[in-house]
């Protein structure tokens, strides 16, 4: 599988900004997950993020702790997200980028969590409790593992530390649009435009918009403001939590496809 790297060159060099469409594993279940990241992959996801419950979900709103709580609820576990994804990712064109915290990584081990997911062919990781400071020794294993790691950047970020961030991070730089956790939002901030255009002049790095993004009308703003790459997550979520997991399935198809051609 490409890099997440190498994706976003190709994208650059055809002027396509990317759709990463986000959506928490074994939520309802692991086997709707499945079909969910074929179903993405088909409807034009460029990327799709692939979140890891987890017990406390820090970065995360209402909608994706919900979903991470059904999930381990039920008995997902790290192991059981990797042995789905190693069946399906071949299968897959676009790149998986596995979203974790920290935790789960430290309690694995940095090289063998690195090498476990490499061997199952997630292309890239997002870990957004991720201390700058602890940064180096999680870079140094993934690169040996060929894994992208993208950095999140905050709104409240001063320029040292953007500069800092952007310097380390892989694949993409992931700005966070709001002040808060993940979650659906009527309209965007118009800072995030002034936010865009301040890390661009920092980094030639591709950036990825994420949290709050819920709609194609967003989505194409953030196109026009110069986003290379657009995150949806709990607008996705909340569409695949259904009783009728095959209705849910056709229903984030077709949003998946009205957010790709908002950004075409």
């Known amino acids: 599988m490409a890099l997440v790297s190498e994706r976003f060159a ?36 460029d990327f799709i993020e692939l979140g890891v419950p987890y017990s406390d979900p820090l970065a995360d709103g209402p909608v994706i ?44 081990g940095i090289d063998a969590f690195m090498a476990d997911i490499a061997a199952v062919g997630v292309a890239g990781l997002v870990v957004p409790d991720l201390p700058l400071e602890e940064v180096e020794g999680l870079l140094a294993a993934a690169a ?35 002040t808060g956790v993940t979650g659906i939002r009527s309209e965007l901030q118009s800072r ?16 990825g918009v994420g949290f709050g993004v819920s709609d194609p009308d967003q989505a194409q703003q953030l196109k026009a403001w110069g986003a290379d790459g657009v995150i949806v997550g709990s607008a996705f979520v909340k569409r695949l939590n259904s009783d009728d997991a095959q209705a849910s399935l056709g229903v984030i198809g077709d949003f998946c496809q009205q957010l790709k051609s908002a950004l075409l």
Do not use: H, W
């Open 65 to 108: 702790q919900a979903a991470a709580t059904r999930a381990l609820a039920q008995g997902v576990t790290l192991d059981r997200v990797l042995t789905m994804v190693k069946a399906l990712s071949p299968k897959l064109q676009a790149p998986l980028i596995l979203f974790t915290y920290y935790n789960p990584i430290l309690n694995r």
């Open 144 to 178: 040996a593992a060929a894994i992208d790691v993208t950095l999140l950047v905050a709104p409240t970020s001063p320029p040292e530390r953007i500069a800092a961030i952007t310097a380390q991070a892989q694949g993409f730089v992931y700005l966070v649009s709001v």
């Open 10 to 45: 190709t994208l650059r060099e055809q002027g396509k900004c990317a759709l990463i469409p986000f959506i928490t594993a074994g939520d309802p279940d692991l086997e709707t997950t499945a079909a969910a990241l074929r179903v993405l992959d088909q409807s034009g996801a």
């Open 192 to 207: 995030v435009k002034d936010l865009i255009d301040r890390l661009k002049q920092s980094t030639d790095k591709p950036i």
